[in-house]
């Protein structure tokens, strides 16, 4: 029996920091579509990291921008069933813009952090991990849509939709996390302590951009919010209602 | 012209920031106008970018103003210091000539603007999403972005001052004078940074006060006053 030729294995993304970038002959292939870019970011992690290390990454960089942009638009259409009519294109655009303003928001930060850690890494460099890890993230999340729509379809309360939505969100960014601490560990840095606050501040810009662009889920009369909250407010408020709305229901009954 | 290696371009900025011993030594060693201008220009740039964050949340004129005076107040306190820096090194056990000095002390305040300088995008986020001036929760959101503020200027500080060690250390080989000339112009700043920050104030602007470059009362009064003062009322009050 003929046996199709596989393609080299590439190591893991534990090995990252063990093996240098490069030395499997397979990271060196170069990828050119935006599709070989998805599929690489998900399967060969280490791939994407040699050639943002090695090469002029700006086609790649461009590639994962528009992968995080377009599974963005994807998974906020797929939020946006939930209420329907106008949150059909207002969750997608409001996904979108979030998360690629939250991610220059948090660019400079990241590459001091980089420059403070001991990296060598250039700035070219530290926004492609950033679009990696962006990409990464909103791929994840298209993992997720078909769950997210059954639900939307079942469900009515807000606040359980809010919290699965946020609960896909924390999976998807933690996996996009982890390639971007692999990709830094690659790097040889002094410290890895700068990394992981930055992710802590990435994290929270994200939660309140969520906050600060809604109603993603929801429907309203405005675009944005009139009253600015911070995000810990605004789900204390989501959950109080929640628990009224239940109680009126529970009475109802 | 000046060598290539007396210059200093903003693509050596992450040299700084990564405190890579043997390339800032090497311009420790040889001043050169052009790169203090450099260090200069990007403490201004860094500076001027998060005093502009911090002043939005009162008022526009009020960032304008933050914009220029925080700049002004990192570049003060390295003047008004120089000479005592450039005095304690020697008789603290580094014998480095006085621009060697200053030089040292403008390198950790050119990382310091780096990083509160990258911080203003947050910052500014931070603004656009804390309840402007006008609404009941007021006085949180002056206290929201104090803090904030005080959190990325402490961690810079922080930052800065282990590049600041690190170099210390390089050029003195010793830690243990490393350690105390480090600390003797930390005072030094500090002692010195404290009266500018309280002369030059309001930064953010107090909500019930107005929009101010100085506040009337600038030259009365000084921050170690002012401190013993509130001790004192609290003090008073408990008992």
Redesign the interface.
Same mark, same amino acid.
């Given at each position: 029996m003929n046996e199709l030729p596989s393609a080299p294995e590439t190591p893991h993304l534990s090995q990252s920091i063990a093996v240098p970038l490069g030395s499997n002959p397979a990271e060196q292939r170069p990828i050119g579509t935006v599709v070989a870019a998805a599929e690489a970011i998900l399967r060969e992690p280490r791939r994407v990291m040699y050639h943002l290390h090695n090469s002029s990454p700006a086609r790649l960089i461009w590639a994962m921008l528009l992968i995080a942009a377009f599974c963005g638009l994807l998974y906020g259409l797929v939020a946006g069933t939930f209420s329907g009519k106008e949150q059909l294109w207002a969750a997608p655009v409001k996904i979108v813009v979030g998360l690629l303003i939250s991610g220059l928001i948090c660019l400079p930060s990241l590459y001091i952090f980089s420059c403070l850690s001991g990296s060598p890494a250039r700035l070219t460099e530290v926004l492609g991990f950033l679009a990696a890890l962006l990409a990464l993230s909103a791929v994840l999340l298209i993992g997720f849509a078909p769950v997210a729509w059954i639900f939307s379809a079942s469900t009515e309360s807000l606040t359980a939709m809010g919290a699965l939505h946020l609960g896909f969100w924390i999976i998807a960014t933690s996996f996009g996390l982890r390639f971007l601490y692999a990709a830094f560990a690659t790097l040889n840095p002094k410290s890895v302590v700068g990394i992981r606050v930055w992710a802590l501040i990435f994290v929270l810009v994200q939660l309140q951009m969520m906050t600060a662009i809604r109603p993603i889920l929801g429907r309203s009369e405005s675009f944005l919010p009139t009253q600015k909250k911070f995000f810990v407010a605004h789900w204390l408020d989501c959950l109080g209602n929640s628990v009224r709305g239940d109680a009126r229901s529970t009475a109802r009954d | 012209m000046e060598p290539r290696s007396a210059t200093l371009s903003l693509s050596e900025m &992450?040299v700084l920031?990564?405190?890579e011993a043997a390339p800032i030594h090497r311009w420790i060693d040889q001043w050169s106008n052009s790169r203090a201008l450099c260090l200069v220009l990007m403490t201004i740039i860094g500076t001027a970018l998060f005093g502009a964050a911090v002043g939005s949340w009162r008022d526009a004129l009020q960032a304008g103003y933050t914009a220029l005076k925080f700049p002004l107040l990192i570049l003060l306190t390295t003047l008004g210091t120089a000479l005592l820096n450039g005095m304690l090194a020697p008789l603290l056990g580094l014998n480095i000539r006085f621009s060697q000095s200053l030089l040292a002390v403008l390198l950790s305040f050119t990382i310091f603007a780096?990083?509160v300088?990258? !911080? %203003? &995008?947050?910052m500014f !986020?931070?603004i656009?999403?804390? &309840? &402007?001036m006008q %609404?009941a929760q007021t006085a949180t959101a002056y206290r929201?972005v104090l803090l904030v503020q005080v959190a990325i200027i402490a961690f810079a500080g922080i930052?800065a001052n282990v590049r600041l060690l690190q170099l210390l250390e390089h050029l003195s080989g010793k830690r243990s004078v490393a350690f105390k000339i480090l600390f003797a112009w930390l005072a030094a700043n500090l002692f010195l940074g404290s009266q500018l920050c309280w002369i030059m104030r309001p930064f953010i602007g107090s909500p019930g006060l107005p929009v101010q470059f100085l506040r009337p009362d600038a030259f009365r009064g000084n921050f170690y006053e002012a401190v013993f003062y509130s001790i004192t009322t609290l003090l008073s009050q408990k008992n």
């Open positions: - | &992450p920031l990564r405190g780096m990083i300088g990258s !911080f %203003s &995008p947050l !986020f931070l656009w999403n804390t &309840p &402007p %609404s929201s930052a």
